[in-house]
């Protein structure tokens, strides 16, 4: 069914890489430290990395969480990182999204640990939006409403407006429910948007994406990237570096990295090579690898055409 791999049936192979990344993930203590949740002011944009691709954004008056993941262990796998912010310390949530259904992306428990957390502030529950295909998964969680998507459709939701953009990636959650779809988003509200390009290989949309929805900051992944044959579906640091300039984005912040042993390249490399293409390009002072639980602060824009200024009471980028 799944075919040949060397030899072997594919998912025979599939679940031997699997059992050595579980070994190796279970090798060392977990690192990091939690932090708490920094809210921003009512006329600034946040960006808060709580680990791999796991966002919260402070924009037009609304929290959003984009593939919210706070779990130890994936099943077997365990994280190498520990998440940047607590559930129960983060504001009301108003929107969750999910950009598809792997399950370093979209963590059952920790999705009922938000509806529930946003519940007990007094709070309605949030929405969450999701790719076609996906809605049966988180139909009973609690959530408000479930809204699907398909590629470049547009939703207005709690005052944000919300786009589901391509990439090229895989939205099975096991082996044989490929129906599920996959995508990235673009969020806008208050002059400010954000692209979240959820998981992908490096392909020509990212310039479409970027004249379309202009984007002023990238989110972008990359990690997961050897062996080669990984690049079908993940990007190059390098590849990432490329995107975000395809994207004409302002800003680029890395993703998909550190938390979970995914790839065969060493964890620290990504960011390392990240830099160094940067650094290759002159473009440095426009990627901010961020810590987990730390935020990038912007205020909000009148216009798009206007330069971001940075909160002065932040690090600098």
């Not at 992908?200 to 900051?217: C, D, K, M, N, W």
């Not at 992944?221 to 044959?229: E, L, Q, V």
């Not at 042993?261 to 440095?284: C, F, K, T, V, Y």
């Amino acid at each position: 069914m799944f075919g040949q791999w060397r030899g072997q049936p594919f998912v025979v192979t599939k679940l031997k890489q699997l059992w050595r990344l579980v070994q190796e993930s279970h090798a060392q203590p977990i690192a990091g430290e939690t932090r708490l949740a920094e809210i921003v002011g009512p006329n600034e944009l946040g960006i808060t990395f709580i680990g791999h691709s796991s966002f919260l954004l402070q924009l037009g008056g609304r929290a959003v969480l984009i593939d919210p993941v706070f779990a130890k262990h994936l099943i077997v796998l365990r994280r190498q990182r520990r998440p940047g912010l607590r559930i129960n310390e983060m504001p009301a949530i108003d929107l969750v999204l999910l950009t598809h259904a792997h399950m370093d992306h979209l963590n059952i428990a920790s999705l009922r640990r938000v509806v529930r957390s946003t519940q007990m502030l007094g709070k309605k529950a949030p929405d969450v939006i999701v790719p076609w295909g996906v809605k049966d998964l988180v139909a009973g969680l609690g959530f408000s409403h479930v809204h699907e998507m398909k590629w470049w459709e547009k939703l207005e939701v709690r005052g944000l407006n919300v786009t589901l953009t391509p990439c090229k990636h895989w939205g099975a959650r096991m082996f044989s429910d490929t129906h599920r779809g996959y995508g990235g988003y673009v969020i806008e509200a208050g002059g400010n948007s954000i692209y979240h390009s959820g998981d992908t290989a490096y392909f020509s949309g990212f310039s479409e994406i970027g004249a379309r929805l202009h984007p002023q900051v990238a989110l972008l992944p990359i990690g997961a990237y050897f062996p080669d044959s990984y690049r079908t579906v993940h990007t190059s640091p390098e590849e990432a570096v490329r995107a975000f300039v395809e994207t004409g984005a302002e800003w680029m912040v890395p993703m998909h990295f550190g938390t979970f042993n995914l790839g065969r390249e060493p964890m620290d490399e990504p960011p390392q090579r990240l830099m160094a293409e940067a650094a290759r390009l002159g473009i440095s002072s426009k990627i901010k690898v961020l810590e987990e639980g730390e935020t990038m602060r912007l205020f909000e824009q009148a216009t798009k055409q206007r330069a971001p200024v940075f909160n002065p009471h932040q690090q600098s980028i």
